[in-house]
């Protein structure tokens, strides 16, 4: 199974920084890696799909980045609903298998 | 407007069976691919299963193989999920997921509905 390795575990920011979260990949997958957003009691949302294709409807603050085994989802100026848990999911090869989420926190 | 509403959901004794329910709305849903999802407290999300359009193919990671069986009866726009032999690690939220895919095969949950809880204890 590919493991997916998130960091850090938590992120502690104020509103209006810009930040960076990881998602590194036990193996090669290419672009097969998608964002998630998980607020507080709620199911996750889509956020980039393909690791930098963006999603309608989100916002543009949201970007991300990389490919094969090193991936970033970047926060442009976090706001205050930005707050909550980010989990990277790789489709590259069956079982599909998610990262442990990066919890955002307000600092 | 896409929507997912699972149902089901409720406290089973170890070993005994539960079904659970996606009803959707909104789009074509005979022209998706579907899948379960599940989240125990407080931890991270899991795949659970995915089926094909017409029902004719099935996935499961080997945590449920064998023991869950994914199921849609698109006449009715719902799919299903078969639960023996629970286990207390079964425990959990189930959300039903929408997969898309613009790239050859590679999919994406792009809806998710808000989840329906198992509770596996005796």
């Known amino acids: 199974d590919i493991v997916l390795t998130q960091s850090p575990a938590t992120l502690s920011v104020t509103p209006g920084e810009s930040v960076s979260l990881s998602c590194r990949a036990s193996?090669?997958?290419?672009?097969?890696i998608h964002w998630y957003q998980q607020k507080s009691n709620e199911s996750p949302r889509l956020l980039i799909k393909?690791?930098?294709q963006s999603i309608s409807g989100i916002p543009s603050r949201f970007s991300g980045s990389g490919s094969g085994t090193d991936f970033t989802l970047s926060i442009n100026r976090v706001e205050s609903e930005d707050f909550s848990v980010y989990y990277c999911?790789?489709?590259?090869?069956?079982?599909?298998?998610f990262g442990a989420g990066t919890k955002l926190e307000l600092k | 407007e896409v929507q997912l509403v699972e149902s089901g959901g409720g406290l089973v004794q170890p070993g005994r069976s539960l079904k659970l329910s996606c009803a959707a709305s909104?789009?074509?849903?005979?022209?998706?691919?579907m899948a379960w999802v599940r989240q125990a407290p407080k931890k991270g999300l899991e795949w659970v299963a995915t089926?094909?359009?017409?029902?004719?193919?099935?996935y499961y990671p080997d945590s449920v193989k064998g023991r869950f069986t994914i199921s849609r009866d698109n006449a009715k726009s719902s799919l299903y999920l078969q639960m023996n032999s629970l286990k207390s690690e079964d425990t959990a939220t189930y959300y039903c997921?929408?997969?898309?895919?613009?790239?050859?095969?590679?999919?994406?949950?792009?809806?998710w509905g808000p989840g329906t809880m198992v509770t596996v204890s005796s």
């Open positions: 997921a929408r997969l898309r895919s613009t790239i050859a095969a590679v999919w994406y949950f792009d809806f």
């Open positions: 909104g789009f074509t849903f005979s022209n998706y691919y």
């Open positions: 089926i094909s359009t017409s029902g004719s193919r099935t």
């Open positions: 193996q090669g997958i290419s672009t097969s």
């Open positions: 393909y690791a930098s």
């Open positions: 999911q790789q489709s590259y090869s069956l079982p599909y298998t």
